[in-house]
Nanobody
Framework: QVQLVESGGGFVQAGGSLTLSCAVPGNIFRFNTMGWYRQIAGNQRDLVASISSGGGIIKYEDSVKGRFTISRDNTKNLVSLQMRSMKPDDTGVYYC??????????WGEGTQVTVAS
């Protein structure tokens, strides 16, 4: 497996919650900071959250601070994004990949998140 596989997206009302998961090939996961990127309507993918290889350094884009929680399971090569108090602006296709330099050949299909007002 060389591609990242995202899952967990869906349709929610504003204020709702979703949890995204990403299965990461071991050669990408092991030493890299990992992050979740959001792409809106064909625009560039923007980083919304990241977590260092050991989990000790976590960063969030300002609009999701206090609402999103990123985590990783180093035993299962999984990265998760728990999203709460969701807003319509959270709508987009979510991808995971390495940070700060994504592995181009490993981009997955992403998972669609739609938040209705």
């Amino acid at each position: 497996q060389v591609q990242l596989v995202e899952s967990g997206g869906g349709f929610v009302q504003a204020g709702g919650s979703l949890t995204l998961s990403c299965a990461v090939p071991g050669n990408i996961f092991r030493f890299n900071t990992m992050g979740w990127y959001r792409q809106i309507a064909g625009n560039q993918r923007d980083l919304v959250a990241s977590i260092s290889s050991g989990g000790g350094i976590i960063k969030y884009e300002d609009s999701v601070k206090g609402r999103f929680t990123i985590s990783r399971d180093n035993t299962k090569n999984l990265v998760s994004l728990q999203m709460r108090s969701m807003k319509p602006d959270d709508t987009g296709v979510y991808y995971c990949n390495a940070v700060p330099t994504p592995v181009t050949r490993a981009w997955g299909e992403g998972t669609q998140v739609t938040v209705a007002s």
